[in-house]
């Protein structure tokens, strides 16, 4: 496993933006699945964004596209979640995790991942 620490996290007005950092250690993230996650309270784990191993294209849900970026960092062993034009309803915890898979499938389900961060709580104010 890798270890990931998110951080960026914070309290927005609607509209504005936010950047969230995920910090990996241990492993190299360039031979891994790496995904965004997000948790509201009492909901399930949502997927929002994950960039597969050995795949180029980044995917993303259908609620953020347009609106995120995920963008990856070999140099420094990051991965990263621009949010653009956010909405009350993206409030969340948010949090990264690395995976095996590249299957289309299995990394749009949080159990498809092993590694996880601690997470970072994202508060969009209308």
């Known amino acids: 496993q890798v270890t990931l620490v998110e951080s960026g996290g914070g309290l927005v007005q609607a509209g504005e933006s936010l950047r969230l950092s995920c910090a990996g250690s241990?492993?190299?993230?360039?031979?891994?699945?790496t995904a965004w996650f997000r948790r509201a309270p009492g909901k399930a784990h949502e997927f929002v964004a994950a960039?597969?191993?050995?795949?180029?294209?980044?995917d993303y849900s259908e609620s953020v596209q347009g609106r995120f970026t995920m963008s990856t960092d070999s140099r420094n062993n990051m991965v990263y979640l621009q949010m653009n034009n956010l909405k009350p309803e993206d409030t969340a915890v948010y949090y990264c995790?690395?995976?095996?898979?590249?299957?289309?499938?299995?990394?749009?389900?949080?159990?498809?991942?092993?590694?996880w961060g601690q997470g970072t709580q994202v508060t969009v104010s209308s």
């Open positions: 960039k597969r191993w050995n795949i180029v294209t980044i």
């Open positions: 995790a690395a995976g095996t898979s590249n299957s289309p499938v299995v990394t749009k389900s949080s159990d498809g991942y092993n590694s």
């Open positions: 241990g492993r190299s993230l360039d031979y891994l699945t």
